[in-house]
């Protein structure tokens, strides 16, 4: 949901409701502003430094073309439902992100979005899932989103939302829990999908279109719901609605490996007649120095001797060229010599501690309003459109808290607080020491809410 939503409710009543009766903010985003990590982030309380995922797909150690998708093993740090589980408490999980493949918990777990199909273990207890598919047939975990077949997106959407609900709430009168959560990818997927179609500022906005109003009316839909499981919960239950990243109109494509090429940096034997991977183009390596990845930001890659099988720059010049590279990577402009507000960074300028397979470099071509495209093949550094497929938006640092609770009738706000603060708020409601470690901190206009 975007932060600007907080001004006008009037069809979401029962956000509306949560918002004037609770406590609001903006939550910001951690660095990369990505699904995954961000939920874990918001979980843990620790860094994506710490936690050693840096998005969905990873470079496996010094490869060139091996990589791993972060799941549910990828995170070693104690989540909120680890905490309470050591005190006997029980929690109650449906699709946070990554929870696929399943995992013990003191309570039940429904896996999230990267569960392959349904055809695989997605429960914990296992037994779960025959109790659930006797109330919803075939679950659904994620939906098409990249596609140009906008009616079959909604379709699936508003399918995909109306079996997770009814799960939700089967659960949530299934037996005691101390902890509830659910991740509805489907607000994810609506303004990836949709957003040219809703913001009046995207380039590529029509007025009067025919699904102008597909996010509004997917937004009322969810808002319905959400009154369901306010519905159901007691008045001791507090409510926290919260979003991993905000979302933005996306402005084009940069081609990052076509600039490299241009810049010296990236060697290819044979320019490819079309649209191509990068890790199947045919790589010059020993006469390559960096190369980079595609995503809603770049990750950029050193061929450095001695790590890199065929490394050619030599390890006591690789802050030298990774700083060459970077200044030149921030003066990159757009497709008609504006200005792009390029922001790029180190992992160890970002994060206090630096694990896993990280990039060399991560950057935000204007501050993220610009995906990167680790194609080649393209003759150009711009593209108009996403070069994986369809796609509206991009992500954004301004999401939303909103805490809630029947009992309470007092509004209260404050200008934003961060994703790290998540995990240390929850903690301390349910009377838990915050453990030594977390980044965030207890927010005092929530001790005083909480306490109004």
């Not at 975007?2 to 910001?28: C, Q, R, W, Y």
Request: glycine share 8%; proline share 5%.
């Amino acid at each position: 949901m975007p932060a600007s939503m907080f001004d006008n409710l009037n069809e979401l009543p029962n956000i509306k409701k949560m918002v004037e009766n609770g406590f609001h903010t903006i939550l910001e985003s951690c660095h990369p502003p990505i699904t995954i990590p961000a939920w874990m982030v918001m979980m843990t309380g620790k860094s994506p430094g710490e936690l050693g995922v840096y998005g969905f797909r990873h470079r496996k150690g010094s490869s060139y073309n091996q990589g791993w998708i972060a799941t549910s093993t990828s995170i070693r740090e104690k989540r909120v439902w680890d905490y309470l589980a050591e005190l006997g408490k029980r929690s109650c999980l449906i699709g946070v992100p990554p929870s696929y493949p399943p995992y013990r918990v003191n309570g039940n777990l429904v896996s999230c979005f990267i569960t392959p199909s349904d055809k695989n273990e997605y429960t914990y207890p296992a037994d779960l899932r025959n109790e659930l598919e006797s109330l919803v047939s075939n679950y659904v975990f994620d939906v098409a989103f990249r596609t140009d077949d906008r009616d079959a997106i909604l379709n699936s959407l508003y399918e995909m939302t109306e079996k997770r609900f009814t799960i939700v709430k089967h659960l949530m009168n299934k037996e005691p829990w101390s902890f509830l959560m659910f991740v509805e990818i489907g607000v994810d997927r609506i303004h990836h999908a949709f957003w040219k179609y809703h913001d009046v500022k995207h380039s590529k906005y029509v007025p009067g279109n025919k699904y102008e109003d597909a996010i509004k009316d997917y937004y009322k839909f969810i808002d319905h719901k959400i009154g369901e499981l306010i519905d159901l919960a007691d008045d001791d239950t507090y409510i926290l609605t919260v979003s991993d990243h905000g979302t933005a109109g996306m402005k084009g494509c940069f081609c990052i490996n076509e600039w490299m090429m241009n810049e010296g940096y990236l060697s290819i034997k044979q320019y490819p007649s079309k649209q191509t991977e990068i890790d199947k183009c045919e790589i010059d390596w020993s006469k390559t120095k960096a190369w980079g990845w595609g995503g809603y930001y770049a990750r950029i890659f050193l061929n450095v001797k001695g790590r890199e099988q065929l490394g050619v720059i030599p390890p006591e010049e690789y802050e030298k060229v990774r700083q060459e590279l970077r200044e030149k990577l921030s003066k990159i402009r757009g497709p008609n010599g504006e200005t792009f507000e390029n922001k790029i960074y180190t992992p160890e300028e970002l994060y206090s501690s630096v694990n896993g397979d990280k990039p060399d470099l991560m950057v935000y071509f204007d501050n993220l309003y610009w995906r990167s495209a680790g194609t080649i093949g393209h003759k150009s550094f711009y593209l108009d459109e996403n070069d994986t497929g369809p796609d509206d938006s991009v992500h954004w640092f301004d999401g939303i808290f909103i805490l809630y609770n029947k009992k309470k009738s007092k509004k209260m706000s404050r200008d934003r607080m961060s994703i790290y603060d998540v995990a240390p708020n929850i903690l301390d409601m349910m009377g838990i020491a915050i453990p030594s470690g977390m980044h965030g901190r207890v927010v005092s206009e929530v001790k005083r809410w909480l306490g109004s």
